[in-house]
């Protein structure tokens, strides 16, 4: 089978692998611009999403910029 | 020498601003909204906060209603209750925002919203020393001050009144210690309720005003952010332009001699 | 329905005007400041004195200082302590001005320039019956305000503080009560120091404000002027824009959910 | 020369009092409560009204609450809404309580319960002209209090705020110039909500503190009567003290020479 | 249920006073004169600095004038800007006065006096550790009062205004919230400089009220002493009585049934 | 008959005849001490009581002090 | 001789003898825009200047908009 | 000769011999109550007076309570 667990925003998701960051936010239909990816605590510059590979139980974050004070 | 507003520009972390009004961006019921009262506001720096993407549903993204060719964008840390979490949103927003700005807010207690200065001025440093431009949300302690400008935070920030309660300015003598007690811009953040509140900041001597609930929640945000707008530069010019001293006793502004019998 | 600047007019002795600051012209160094300073506030209602022509040096005449077409030129009868001494200056200022406006003070006190109500009451009457359109400068006193629009006032304009004092307004709650008792036009008149005295005024519901000092002994007065101008604005638009109610605790501004951890 | 309550006597309509609160006996839920709280208070002048006897049924009198022989009674008008309503009240005061003094109230407006000062100017050169030691009620008008003194009045009663209202003093710079302004006693009546109220009114130099919902409507009367007459005395000495100045920065207190090292 | 002075105590490390003032041994012209204020205060506590022996000119110890007996003795480390020396004379100070009490000041800055209230949490937590009976001069800051009650501190000492300025409290708000942010005693330290400044700060709710220059520096100290005893009972008693809310309008205290007419 | 209507304090009221303020007064019940009685709007001091009459339709005003601020 | 003497704002000042309000108005050399007169307590309209006689004595008041608040 | 030089409250004396703090206290004629010593920063607490030495060139610090806030 080639689906991975992945513990996205908190929450636990079943999806088809990808192998690397920038897969996973493309699988995931997300806009690129104006986002950060934190994979396992550790941030990923947006130029290292491609070469950065993701396995079955990471944990990943996905923030954006939302209207606050 | 008369004073001239095209020669009395805020200077912040390096760069230039006419306006001396910063505008939060949360709480608007609609993009729309909040896009034409950041218009009216005529804020040239606006507030945002770092939260997760929601992914079950795709939702508009803030930022096709904040252009930032005409604002700076000026991520909070809020929601952050240590130094740590503190940290780690400055540096999530810096990667999304591509930009080293950060309002640092570490928060103390949730009722209150005050913030934890000890844990603010650990994180300050930190930031500093990896290159942010900091504004921290603090008290309005002139030791603090003092020792956020000495960690080399590019403003301080000292709060009117407690977030979001419309209080206005509740300690205006420690604001105007602050003043003398530091040589970066003192920034009133949070508090103002309506728009005295924000001219008797700048009356003091404030080099800007930071809202967000003050326009946001009122019942015409557009119109408020307009009158924010006008009230900061009234403050500002009353402030350069020099106030009447206070008496007890009436002057006539009549003359006196010549009255007709 | 949002507020609009356009459809919003001060509505006074029958006539519509844009601008809620009257500004007086006493006490300018001189008249090109004057001048500057009252096209700065972009009133369109200055008050004047009347006084004895000085026969011995001719000197230059206010007038040509303020365009009749720009300005309504309101006379006062400032140094008038008695009733009748009121009633013949506002005689004196319709012939001399060809219009029936009068800012009518009768003083009961030369260190306060409080007014004499009595005095002030009964020559509202006399002035009323004759035609004049009658604003005077009163106390803070509900009572004495509706009495007089009932005696035929076209406004009714309390002392904020004493004249040329700066103190800013000493009784806000006497103003709303005043607002609620009278249906004329309240304009706050005299004890304005600064921008925010003025935002102060207007957000309770004020109508307009009067000041001469304010500006006139500022140590810029056309800055202050312009501020003065921005600070009515702005407590007006404050003031129709609905303010958020004030709070001890705090709210936050920036959204609770959707914290990253 | 040291201070001394002995030698600071109120002075009152020729007679001399120790106390200077005088205490209000409407609104008390029994009469035993109000005579203990009027016990507690120490104060040796009391307000009663006048009002129809029930015939419906026999009523306990106040006066078998209110010792006169430990009290001075002092009738007042309220509820009279006109100059020949309050004279008449004064006149059956008089006749009933066999005594001249009267608190002179004319109401304006029932919302606000403001004196009609024409009314009541016209009322008190009547009574005084007939022998009344008249203590009227007023504004916080200077040249009205000079007015009433002119006319006779034993004292001037400017209200501190709205009857009942609680607010405490709402203009202290008016009440400070009326105590210039006039030579009788100066008496703020109505608007003390709590002990400050009260202390703050004699710190500003008067004479005495009227009140009675202050007390009457307090959770517990018995503790704020005591707390009102803690807190008169308390101001007054104060104000005999001569209280430091204020200034914006600090001044150790502990000696700055000596210190170990 | 009536309130009782009896019962109302205040408890402050383990010790129980009837007393709720502190007062400051600062200042006075002679010991004498001090001596005599105490006594008039009906303080129980009373503050002391700890400095160098003169060993030139042997001069009049200040214990000859203050009892122990009478009063608990409570030494401050006012002079003291760094955590070090701030410890090392709270030891210095128990090794002299033979009690585990101090008066924990960390001055941040020698023209505010404002505490390094970091400083202060780091001293105040050692003292603790070491068996001290902490009381931290603080600023009126709410997280950090909240920090000193988790070290430890046996109160909140929040500063009104700064030391000395007798500019009365200067933040209520804050004071509130610190009183619902904190368990143990509040007591407001610096600032007050007449009677009604103690008293608001009593009716705040605050379990104390600390003060030396308001008395020291007044013109008759004993007098003034006096009317500080007295206003911090006024004000404590009218927060327990439960004060009448405030409101804009008014209310009538007597009947409006029953005018004959 | 022997009654006579007069206005007291607003209401109208049938009472015995009497024939002077002193004896209304008493008739009424009320205790004399610390009250004023106008008499169709003139005041009838204490020691006028007994030698002032009352007649039909009269109206009394008897008040006495209450609570008041 | 042809001089008058008139009370004008309060001081005495003795002139060539004038007919009339507006030739006074004209030998003081004052702007006649704007200005008010007043010859013995009564305020004398522009219309009626020139009917309206001024003799040896008279008061009177001449006066003009000035700077006030 | 006998003499010693201290250094007391951060000024430098030179006084006879003595052989310990409490000598100390008694030669400087100090009321001894109320009043705390520091020797080399270090606190001696009254009952170790007799036992602590001072010698030449001590930084002796004396204390005591004076009116404060």
């Known amino acids: 089978m080639n689906n991975i667990t992945l513990i996205i925003n908190g929450k636990s998701r079943s999806i088809t692998a990808v192998s690397n960051v920038l897969e996973l936010i493309q699988h995931l239909g997300i806009v690129e611009s104006q986002i950060a990816v934190e994979l396992n605590t550790n941030i990923i510059p947006r130029g290292d999403w491609e070469k950065t590979k993701v396995s079955n139980l990471d944990r990943v974050e996905i923030v954006q910029f939302v209207g606050g004070g | 020498m008369a004073y001239s507003t095209e020669d009395d520009k805020l200077v912040l972390g390096g760069r230039t601003f006419k306006s001396r009004l910063l ?93 934890d200065t000890e844990a603010l001025l650990a994180a300050t440093k930190r930031l500093v020393k990896d290159g942010f431009v900091v504004l921290p949300y603090t008290n309005d302690d002139p030791i603090m001050a003092r020792k956020l400008e000495d960690a080399g935070a590019a403003a301080v920030m000292p709060l009117g009144a407690p977030i979001g309660s419309g209080m206005g300015l509740q300690n205006p003598a420690n604001i105007r210690i602050i003043m003398e007690s530091v040589s970066v811009p003192v920034i009133v953040d949070a508090g103002v309720g309506t728009a005295s509140d924000a001219s008797i900041a700048m009356e003091l001597g404030c080099d800007a005003v930071l809202m967000n609930t003050g326009i946001a929640g009122a019942q015409d945000p557009v119109a408020m952010a307009e009158a924010m707008n006008l009230a900061v530069r009234a403050g500002r010019m009353a402030y350069m332009a020099g106030r009447i001293p206070r008496k007890l006793y009436a002057t006539a502004s009549s003359p006196v001699e010549g009255i007709s019998r």
């Open chain 2, 23 to 115: 505008v939060g961006t949360g709480k608007y019921s609609t993009f729309p909204l909040m896009k034409e009262a950041l218009s009216k506001s005529e804020t040239e720096i606006v507030t945002v906060a770092v939260r997760r993407v929601n992914l079950d549903r795709s939702s508009e993204s803030l930022l096709d209603y904040v252009d930032p060719e005409r604002f700076a964008i000026l991520p909070n840390t809020a929601g952050c209750y240590t130094e740590e979490d503190a940290v780690r949103t400055a540096y999530l927003a810096r990667e999304a925002g591509l930009s080293d700005w950060v309002k640092l807010e570490v928060i103390g207690d949730e009722k209150t919203l005050f913030p």
